[in-house]
């Protein structure tokens, strides 16, 4: 069975830019989370997506956004670049309808390094 | 709010020590606790979970976790780390209620001397 995957692996973008991220969840899961990870803060929640809405968001300002397809890929969006932003950004799916049993598994995230 | 501490941010063992990671949350409700692993140069992975019954649980490559309610824990434990085990931990917990968003701990890095 396939792993979570993401694309691209790597990014580099200037301040101001704005950048897409993708993300192709486990065959048959239908949740998909996203992450901020830097050595400062940690692993910070974004937002989930299921089954095309968005369902729970973190505290993050509206420059990043994200959106899910018909097919459960996702994609993360963040416009107006800051210095900040450089991180690795991780996508994780799970199956998201089974409380007891809900397990989220990760992607090897999305290394984007702001200039 | 919700919230993970994690108290070692920073661990160094010998080959064959025992190990020990603790791991406390903030929330009121019923959670689901789970440790994951982060070996260098590759992604995040689950190590082991918890959602109910035995309060210790059993993960991959000999590791443990046991959840103890009263206490807000759920502490890592390996009876005798190897190099390989060089890596940095997360514990996470999400409410019972909404699995989507996990919260984790700040990470312990463990570094195994040959």
């Known amino acids: 069975k396939a792993g979570v995957t993401q694309t691209p692996r790597y990014l580099i973008k200037t301040r101001g830019q704005q950048v897409t991220l993708s993300c192709s969840p486990i065959s048959g899961h239908r949740s998909v989370s996203w992450y901020q990870q830097t050595p400062g803060q940690g692993l910070q929640f974004l937002f989930e997506y299921f089954s095309e809405t968005q369902r729970n968001k973190g505290n993050f300002p509206g420059r990043f956004s994200g959106r899910q397809f018909s097919n459960s890929r996702s994609e993360m969006n963040v416009s107006t670049l800051e210095l900040g932003d450089s991180a690795l950004y991780l996508c994780a799916s799970s199956f998201g309808r089974d409380t007891n049993t809900d397990t989220q598994y990760f992607g090897p995230g999305t290394r984007l390094t702001v200039l | 709010a919700q919230s993970v501490s994690q108290h070692n941010h920073h661990v160094i063992l010998s080959e064959a020590a025992s190990l020990e990671l603790g791991c406390n949350y903030s929330?009121?409700?019923?959670?689901?606790l789970f440790w994951y692993v982060q070996y260098p140069g590759q992604h995040l992975q689950l190590l082991l979970k918890?959602?109910?019954?035995?309060?210790l649980v059993k993960g991959i490559k000999g590791f443990e976790a046991e959840f103890i309610k009263s206490k807000f824990s759920f502490n890592l434990r390996k009876p005798s780390v190897q190099w390989s085990d060089t890596a940095e931990y997360f514990c996470a917990v999400t409410p019972s209620s909404n699995t989507g968003k996990l919260i984790f701990g700040q990470g312990t890095t463990l570094q195994v001397k040959p």
């Open positions: 929330y009121g409700g019923t959670v689901n």
């Open positions: 918890y959602f109910s019954g035995d309060p």
